[in-house]
């Protein structure tokens, strides 16, 4: 069992639904984020949960905002944590088995595949195995490519996408958005037109599961584009 206590917001209505309804999850992920400035250090936070219910849901109006407490039954759990924006470390129980392991350092890989132990568990794929050229969900990338990626290797409609928006009230400034895999470094590349090489603008080390980067072009016209590096 494990409890959390957060802010009301658009996921409020959605927990306590699946609280209400009894229902079950066979996979689930939670993303923790913490703010910069925050003195423990703490750092940006992934909870991966199979076989999970949401046990209880309660409301307190108390305060300037109110905020509410959930608590979570689950078969398994993987804890990931990035220390310094380094390597993230990796920690995982099965309450099934009760067996568990940690990683330090470094997310453990035992077949050496390049495909991390925890994320083979978490999509099904058996650990011992060379599963890094496959093609679980038929969409033309690999396994492989899916982790660096950051989506999901069994669903053909799970995207890497990168989205350019104007920033309000500041013109000539956009923001970069994309989802990305927690400690992996991704290349922003820009071109004036497409029959041009890109050119790199800037590297951003991934802290959270969505990436941003604000730009400044000042009139240029060109095209910009993200890979992991």
């Not at 849901?57 to 944590?81: C, H, L, Q, W």
């Not at 951003?204 to 400044?216: C, F, G, K, L, P």
Request: charged share 20%; glycine share 10%; aromatic share 10%.
């Amino acid at each position: 069992m494990l409890g959390f206590t957060k802010l009301l917001d658009r996921a409020s209505p959605r927990l306590f639904l699946a609280c209400a309804s009894g229902r079950r999850f066979e996979k689930a992920t939670l993303d923790l984020n913490f703010p910069s400035s925050d003195p423990t250090g703490a750092s940006p936070v992934r909870i991966e949960f199979e076989d999970l219910i949401v046990s209880s849901n309660s409301v307190t109006s108390g305060g300037d905002r109110p905020t509410e407490k959930f608590e979570v039954a689950f078969g398994r759990i993987v804890y990931t944590y990035l220390i310094d924006r380094r390597q993230p470390v990796v920690t995982n129980y099965d309450f099934r088995s009760r067996t568990g392991s940690v990683g330090t350092g470094t997310n453990p890989d035992t077949d050496s595949d390049g495909l991390p132990d925890a994320w083979e568990t978490t999509y099904g794929f058996p650990i011992g195995q060379n599963n890094a050229a496959g093609d679980a969900d038929g969409d033309g990338l690999t396994n492989l490519q899916e982790y660096q990626l950051g989506t999901d290797p069994k669903s053909g409609t799970s995207f890497f996408r990168a989205a350019l928006s104007p920033v309000s009230g500041t013109p000539g400034t956009w923001q970069l958005s994309w989802n990305s895999v927690v400690g992996k470094t991704y290349i922003i590349e820009w071109t004036p037109d497409l029959s041009t090489p890109f050119s790199p603008v800037r590297t951003v080390t991934a802290d959270a599961t969505t990436s941003t980067a604000s730009i400044a072009n000042a009139g240029n016209v060109g095209f910009y584009r993200v890979r992991p590096q």
